[in-house]
Nanobody
Framework: VQVVESGGGLVQSGGSLRLSCAAS????????IGWFRQAPGKEREGVSCISNSDGSTYYADSVKARFTISRDNVKKTVYLQITDLKPEDTAVYFC??????????????????????WGQGTQVTVSS
């Protein structure tokens, strides 16, 4: 099981990026893919996730206006479109996979501990 992130880079404030998470080695239809980020000195936080079985999505309140998650199950790839980038978005962005489950609360979908397979991350740096 492998997930690999790509698409990060250096962007000016107000710009956009599309991050990709390519999955291999498992039947993606049964999994939920989450995007997380970790800024220097801070804990890893969940920003969004998508169910590959029904396409349902969930976002952290702090990003839902600017982040859009989508999937292409044929390509086994999940995307995270980020618009109006801000310096505080600077972080390493990770994607992770978890066998689909029913959480006690929807916010559980963004808890890193629920995810089993992690990529190496892609750096996003936003200059002011």
């Amino acid at each position: 099981v492998q997930v690999v992130e790509s698409g990060g880079g250096l962007v000016q404030s107000g710009g956009s990026l599309r991050l990709s998470c390519a999955a291999s080695g498992f039947t993606v239809d049964h999994y939920r893919i989450g995007w997380f980020r970790q800024a220097p000195g801070k804990e890893r936080e969940g920003v969004s996730c998508i169910s590959n079985s029904d396409g349902s999505t969930y976002y952290a309140d702090s990003v839902k206006a600017r982040f859009t998650i989508s999937r292409d199950n044929v390509k086994k790839t999940v995307y995270l479109q980020i618009t109006d980038l801000k310096p505080e978005d600077t972080a390493v962005y990770f994607c992770a996979a978890a066998l689909e489950w029913s959480p006690d609360e929807y916010s559980d979908y963004l808890i890193p501990g629920h995810y089993d397979y992690w990529g190496q991350g892609t750096q996003v740096t936003v200059s002011s």
